[in-house]
């Protein structure tokens, strides 16, 4: 039977944290805003999230570099040089790609189905799995990418728009 929305993603925000391993359930701050629901560890910048998007009938669930430009490109070149690994855990199901002018996402999508809790329960399998996947990866790149505004050392080339170490990225749309 459908939920309200509310419900669901509480359901959702609570199940997720269960299904996480000790030491990451520990280490993260989650928040649920009407539509979606993140967690991150170190900096909102780097999240993982899910979110309902009634306008084009999907819900993501993903992984987002939302930081200045250098930053997000930054932390998806590092993330492309583990994507064989990435997607033999979660499935090829999984892109990595530009999402806006400055930041990238490594996601899926699924359909809207009405919130009810078996879907509460599959979303947060599948986020759970993502976190467990990727957090390990984040946290061993963690010191090639600088907190602050800058992410890439002076001189370095920035990467082309769309390419994160040769591999060609998605734009949304």
């Not at 459908?2 to 199940?15: I, K, T």
């Not at 701050?29 to 910048?45: E, L, N, S, Y």
């Not at 996601?107 to 947060?124: G, I, K, N, Q």
């Not at 467990?132 to 061993?140: A, G, K, M, N």
Request: proline content about 6%.
């Amino acid at each position: 039977m459908p939920m309200r929305v509310r419900d669901f993603m509480a359901l959702l925000h609570g199940r997720t944290l269960e299904l996480l391993p000790d030491d990451l359930r520990e280490g993260c701050t989650a928040r649920v805003r009407f539509v979606w629901f993140q967690i991150h560890f170190h900096t909102p910048k780097v999240h993982y999230e899910i979110w309902l998007t009634r306008k084009t009938e999907r819900i993501e669930i993903g992984l987002h570099f939302e930081g200045p430009r250098e930053f997000s490109y930054r932390w998806a070149e590092l993330v492309a040089e583990h994507m064989e690994e990435i997607q033999a855990n979660l499935g090829p199901e999984f892109e990595l790609e530009e999402w806006t002018a400055s930041w990238a996402r490594l996601h899926t999508t699924v359909s809207y189905d009405p919130p009810t809790e078996a879907l509460a329960e599959e979303l947060a399998q599948c986020l759970a799995r993502l976190i467990s996947v990727c957090q390990p990866i984040i946290e061993r790149e963690r010191g090639n990418v600088r907190d602050g505004l800058e992410s890439i050392d002076e001189g370095k080339k920035r990467p082309a728009r769309g390419r994160f170490r040769g591999r060609p990225a998605k734009r949304a749309g």
